[in-house]
């Protein structure tokens, strides 16, 4: 029993990990961070998705309201002309919206901020990409949330548990597949549906990472699952495959994701 306790908290610990990992080196991500302008504080997040109806916000924290600045847009990957527009102010607070743009949309833009005679770019270099989707309803995503961790913990279980020369993998097996099952191939179609307009844009329909992801650890779950058929425990099988699912999700979340292309 002790031995199951402490396997159970070591796969907890890589997936809490590997959540945290997968979220912030993802390019949905905020950038976030403070800057000075002139002897003045500015904090930032730079928000790089938006769901949803309406524009999106780009809030900054500049309380000298001799602070100001502009943003500079365009649609991402289109050769339309830059647009410049001053930020707005909200109390200690400053503004720039980016106009709505239709699920896959992408927007990159930059901002300038100013104090005085100083002037700040922000980001310091390059420009930030913004992906815009639409609402997708909480019954929906939250089971997809939760069945996705819950595959993850019982995966990594199940190949800590493959590792011990007598580990029972057979039932841990079945779970994992289950839950990957519900999570990724049935409330994640539908996620993606109320997202992106689409049930499934990975293989053979298109390369979105995060579906042929999910596509190949069903696969490998599927084959370890289908070795362990009877009485066997196919235990190599499941390591393979609660290695494989590790490595695969540890790719950021939405990276070369559903994305609109312009001319």
């Known amino acids: 029993m002790l031995k199951k306790i402490l396997l159970w908290a070591l796969a907890l610990l890589i997936t809490l990990a590997s959540a945290v990992y997968q979220r912030q080196t993802g390019p ?4 976030d961070g403070e800057l000075d302008v002139g002897g003045a504080t500015v904090a930032y997040s730079l928000t790089r998705t938006h769901g949803g109806p309406g524009d999106q ?3 900054l924290t500049a309380a000298d309201p001799a602070v100001n600045g502009t943003v500079t847009w ?8 830059w647009t410049t527009e001053p930020l707005g102010r909200r109390d200690d607070r400053l503004v720039a919206v980016l106009p ?7 927007i990159e833009y930059r901002l300038t901020l100013f104090r005085g005679e100083a002037e700040r770019p922000l980001p310091a270099t390059g420009l930030v990409v ?43 097996a079945l779970v994992t597949f289950g839950l990957l099952t519900m999570g990724g191939m049935i409330f994640g179609p539908i996620v ?29 779950w599927a084959v370890a699952v289908w070795a362990g058929r009877g009485r066997r425990e196919a235990r190599w099988w499941v390591f393979a495959a ?15 994701g559903s994305e609109l292309r312009h001319a």
């Open 100 to 106: 709505h743009q239709p699920p896959a949309g992408k």
């Open 192 to 220: 993606q549906k109320f997202a992106f307009g689409a049930f499934w844009t990975g293989v053979p329909f298109g390369w979105d990472l995060t579906d042929n992801k999910t596509l190949i650890a069903f696969i490998f």
């Open 28 to 31: 949905t991500y905020p950038i």
């Open 242 to 256: 609660a290695v494989m699912m590790l490595v695969i999700f540890l790719v950021p979340h939405s990276m070369f």
């Open 130 to 172: 913004t992906r815009f989707k639409g609402a997708v309803p909480h019954w929906a995503l939250m089971p997809h949330i939760l069945f996705m961790f819950a595959a993850m913990l019982v995966s990594n279980f199940a190949g800590l548990e493959a590792l011990r020369p007598t580990g029972k993998t057979r039932r841990v």
């Open 74 to 81: 365009r649609r991402y990957t289109s050769s339309d002309p």
């Open 57 to 59: 916000e780009v809030v």
